[in-house]
C-alpha cells in the first residue's frame, strides 16, 4: 500500500530556533495535511494544502505542497517549549468520490528551554 | 458543541473478550473514521463511513466489525481481541471539507 516517509524521525531543539521536516511519497496526492499530536490527544490539524506548489503560513508554521504532488515540508520559526509533540503529515487521495488519508510515522519534537 | 467523543478512554481486555468502542459526534459530519495507532508509528485506517448506513474497509480492517445506524454515532466492535489490537484508537469525523476533527482516543490493552 501506500506510505509515507516522514523525517527526520525525531528531534531535540534549542528554544528559539527554527525547526523543519517533511514528509516524501512514492504515490501522488491531491492533499497534504499536517496534524500535532500533544501527550493523550487525538491529532489536531495545522494546515491544510490543495495545489502544487502552494505556500500555506499559520502563525509561526510555513508549509509547502510539493511540485511533484509527492512531497511536502513543514516549518517552524522560532520554536517554544508549547511546539513539543508528535507532528504527523497525511497524504489525501480520493476513490470514487471517497476521500482517504495515509499518515507518515511522525516527527517527535523536544525544545529544549 | 462536544466535537468527537470517544468512549472509554482506557480498557483492558483479556484475551478472546469482546467489547464496543462508542464514537459520537455532534458536528452533523458525514464522514466518519476509525484509526489506531501503535505505539512509535502513524495512524493506519481501520474502518469509515461515508454516510450513515454506509460503510467500507480500510488498511487494517481484519478483527474489526463496524455500523453507522445514525449520523451521529459510528461504533467499532472487536470480537475476539487478540493481544496484536493493543493499540490507541482513534475516531475522526469531516463534512465536505478535507479537515478531520479526531477524538481523545481509546487506550486498548488486550493482555
Known amino acids: 500500500g501506500q506510505q509515507l516517509n516522514q523525517s527526520p524521525q525525531s528531534m531535540f531543539i534549542q528554544e528559539g530556533e527554527d525547526v523543519s521536516m517533511n514528509c516524501t511519497s512514492s504515490?501522488?496526492?491531491?492533499?497534504w495535511l499536517w496534524y500535532k499530536q500533544d501527550p493523550g490527544e487525538g491529532p489536531v490539524l495545522l494546515i491544510a494544502l490543495y495545489k502544487a506548489g502552494e505556500l500555506t503560513s499559520n502563525g509561526r508554521l510555513t508549509a509547502q505542497f510539493g511540485i511533484t504532488r509527492k512531497d511536502s515540508f513543514l516549518n517552524i520559526s522560532a520554536s517554544i517549549p508549547s511546539d513539543v509533540g508528535i507532528y504527523f503529515c497525511a497524504g489525501s487521495t480520493t476513490t470514487s468520490g471517497t476521500y482517504k488519508y495515509i499518515f507518515g510515522t511522525g516527527t517527535r519534537l523536544k525544545v529544549l528551554a | 458543541n462536544a466535537g468527537v467523543t470517544q468512549t472509554p478512554k482506557f480498557r483492558i481486555l483479556k484475551i478472546g473478550q469482546s467489547m464496543t468502542l462508542q464514537c459520537t459526534q455532534d458536528?452533523?459530519?458525514?464522514?466518519m473514521y476509525w484509526y489506531r495507532q501503535d505505539p512509535g508509528m502513524g495512524l493506519k485506517l481501520i474502518y469509515y463511513s461515508v454516510g450513515a448506513g454506509i460503510t467500507d474497509k480500510g488498511e487494517v480492517p481484519n478483527g474489526y466489525n463496524v455500523s453507522r445506524s445514525t449520523t451521529e454515532d459510528f461504533p467499532l466492535r472487536l470480537e475476539l481481541a487478540a493481544p496484536s489490537q493493543t493499540s490507541v484508537y482513534f475516531c475522526a469525523s469531516r463534512r465536505l471539507s478535507e479537515i478531520q476533527y479526531f477524538g481523545p482516543g481509546t487506550r486498548l490493552l488486550v493482555l
Open positions: 458536528m452533523n459530519h458525514n464522514y
Open positions: 504515490s501522488i496526492f491531491n492533499t
